[in-house]
């Protein structure tokens, strides 16, 4: 209904022993962008990277969650 439904989506900008991996929220706008013309999506956070994974083994990002927390507040009814 809206067009700012919010996926999350991996962090895969990282890759070598981090531990800062997370499924970040993103606009679903930006994903499907991304996955047409394969450039950056920018999280809730801030955070802009490539997307290319199965995210559900990730964290979700907690500033991600919390600005989604926020969002859904002012929102809300
Ligand atoms: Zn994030």
Redesign the pocket.
Known sequence: MSETVIKPVEDTRLSEGDHDR?A??VRKADIMSSAVEGHEVI???G?RWIPNRDPDKYPV?P??KSIMEQLRGAQGN
């Open positions: 997370y970040h929220y999280a809730l956070c955070k990002c500033d991600c």
